[in-house]
């Protein structure tokens, strides 16, 4: 990796930092969803 490279990733690393978004309720709902299936299979099925 160059100098300039290296540079980029800072500069890009430094803006980003703190950037966080928040998922959208769609994505909450197919995380609760799989989860909820993930508790039902542990339950039928235990490993």
Do not use: H, R, Y
Not at 22 to 39: F, H, Q
Not at 41 to 47: A, M, R, V
Request: with cysteine; charged share 35%; proline share 4%.
């Amino acid at each position: 990796m160059d100098m300039q490279d290296k540079e980029f990733d800072k500069i890009f690393n430094t803006k980003f930092e703190d950037f966080e978004v928040e998922p959208s309720a769609m994505v909450w709902d197919n995380i609760a969803g799989e989860l909820d299936g993930k508790k039902l299979n542990q339950l039928l099925c235990p490993g």
